[in-house]
């Protein structure tokens, strides 16, 4: 049972120290309770009541790791409905599927596609992480040889699938130096995968039909010692899936029900054969609490903009994403090459680093720092005003490092040409486009 706020602050040192960021061991404790506090920010709890708090402070959704060729992948830990609650923390696993009823070229052909899919976006690589190996036809021998492949041409994170465990027995131990999950752990073979997993020590993917069932599973499961499993009540129907993943999620947090405590997963790649509707279906999951999204086509085109919308939804809400203020060189400049400014809102930065870049047009990128607003939000906010940038332009160097005298400024920033100029009296100030994919035309017209 999860305890209560005042349960926890009876075993708080009630010393006010402030040291956990909030004013009070008593909001320590409710913020705890609520799961928007880690226990590890108070300092000084004693190991008593820490082994007691460990329930009380634990997750509601319990994380699961998965390793990669290098690095480990993380699904779960999430302490809210909503993102702008608190943030989300580790985002949908995106996973194509393998199964041995696949020819080896098509096989081959997946796994190479799989490698393609990496994209550099405000600094961070988006990319899928998960393949799935499923068996088709019980063939133990053809499933390991599977498994070995993907270990062997593909630095993925990998569950594999069979509902016959001396089936996933071989395939585990092939793939056994990047620690897969195994599954699928269903009421008919609960016993031989739960000890399965429970030897190897392994994630499991248990799957129900329906709640109860579910619940009745993975109550079995942790029964059996069993902590890191991730759950599927079943339904490959999008209205029915959606609110699975609604209700387990809610269940999971608010009364704290842990036999749903834990990441889901959700197969696209089962509900349609249209590679269209099957990410409109990933995206919905996506959006809506999916652990690990599984996609039959890993197309370019249908997986980049999952990508993107799970890169948008994983985001911290209450930290904006900023780029450190400074000169940024594009493309080498020299003493006579353009100078332009903008905010550290991140993505303003990348775009227009972007645009610049491909120009070709080598160019002085001042970035001021507007705490990440972008220019418009920044300008309405008086962040991004004349005497702001002018200070910020005297300031930074840029004129030891440029003989240019001539400042270029967002388009969307216009009414500040006017307080610029006179506050910088030896430059000559020129409104740029408004619109990023106009700077290239803009800059070789200089
Ligand atoms: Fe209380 Fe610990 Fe927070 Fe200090 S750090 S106020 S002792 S909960």
């Not at 000890?195 to 499961?221: C, F």
């Given at each position: ?17 402030k040291e956990c960021g909030l004013p009070?061991?008593?909001a320590f404790?409710?913020a705890l309770?609520t799961g928007k506090a880690e226990l590890d920010a108070c ?14 402070s634990?997750p509601p959704i319990?994380p ?7 690095g480990v992948k993380a699904i779960g830990g999430e302490t809210v409905m909503f993102r702008h609650e608190k943030t989300f923390f580790n985002p949908t696993i ?25 994209y550099d976006r405000v600094g961070l690589l988006l990319r899928?992480e ?119 999620r809610?269940?999971?947090l ?32 996506i959006a809506k609490y999916?652990g ?15 990508l993107l919308e799970r890169l948008n939804i994983y985001t911290d809400p209450q930290k904006p994403m900023i780029i450190t203020p400074g000169?940024y ?13 903008t905010t550290n809102f991140a993505l303003t930065y990348f775009i227009v680093s972007g ?12 970035i001021q720092d507007t705490e990440g607003l972008s220019v418009m939000t920044a300008w309405a906010a008086g962040k991004f005003?004349?005497?702001s940038?002018?200070?910020f ?54």
């Amino acid at each position: 049972m999860a305890l209560t706020g005042i349960e926890i602050f009876k075993m708080l040192p009630k010393t006010n120290c402030k040291e956990c960021g909030l004013p009070t061991c008593l909001a320590f404790a409710m913020a705890l309770a609520t799961g928007k506090a880690e226990l590890d920010a108070c300092p000084y709890v004693s190991d008593e009541a820490k082994e007691k708090l460990a329930e009380a402070s634990a997750p509601p959704i319990r994380p699961i790791k998965f390793g990669m060729k290098e690095g480990v992948k993380a699904i779960g830990g999430e302490t809210v409905m909503f993102r702008h609650e608190k943030t989300f923390f580790n985002p949908t696993i995106i996973a194509g599927l393998l199964t041995t009823a696949m020819s080896d070229a098509d096989v081959d052909a997946k796994i190479a596609q799989f490698g393609k899919l990496q994209y550099d976006r405000v600094g961070l690589l988006l990319r899928p992480e998960m393949l799935v190996v499923k068996d088709a036809n019980g063939d133990a021998g053809k499933f390991a040889a599977l498994a070995k492949k993907v270990v062997d041409n593909s630095d993925a994170a990998m569950l594999l699938v069979s509902d016959q465990a001396e089936v996933v027995k071989a395939g585990a131990e092939a793939a056994k130096d990047r620690k897969p999950a195994i599954g699928v752990a269903t009421d008919a073979n609960a016993d031989a995968m739960g000890a399965l997993a429970k030897e190897l020590g392994l994630p499991l993917y248990a799957k129900a039909d329906g709640y109860d069932a579910l619940a009745d599973l993975t109550t079995k499961l942790t029964g059996m010692g069993l902590k890191d499993l991730i759950i599927d009540a079943g339904s490959r129907d999008l209205k029915q899936a959606l609110q699975d993943q609604i209700v387990i999620r809610r269940a999971a947090l608010v009364p704290k029900f842990r036999p749903f405590g834990f990441p889901t997963l959700t197969c696209p790649a089962e509900m349609t054969d249209d590679p269209m509707m099957e990410k409109l279906y990933a995206s919905v999951f996506i959006a809506k609490y999916g652990g690990i999204v599984v996609l039959n086509d890993i197309s370019a085109e249908g997986v980049f903009p999952l990508l993107l919308e799970r890169l948008n939804i994983y985001t911290d809400p209450q930290k904006p994403m900023i780029i450190t203020p400074g000169i940024y060189e594009i493309g080498n400049p020299g003493p006579d090459s353009p100078v332009a400014v903008t905010t550290n809102f991140a993505l303003t930065y990348f775009i227009v680093s972007g645009e610049i870049e491909g120009s070709k047009v080598p160019t002085w990128l001042l970035i001021q720092d507007t705490e990440g607003l972008s220019v418009m939000t920044a300008w309405a906010a008086g962040k991004f005003s004349g005497d702001s940038v002018a200070m910020f332009v005297k300031k930074c160097g840029i004129t030891e490092k440029a003989k240019t005298r001539t400042l270029i400024i967002p388009g969307y920033s216009a009414g500040i040409s006017g307080d610029l100029e006179e506050e910088l009296p030896d430059w000559k100030v020129l409104i740029g486009p408004r619109e990023a994919s106009h700077i290239p035309a803009f800059l070789k017209s200089l």
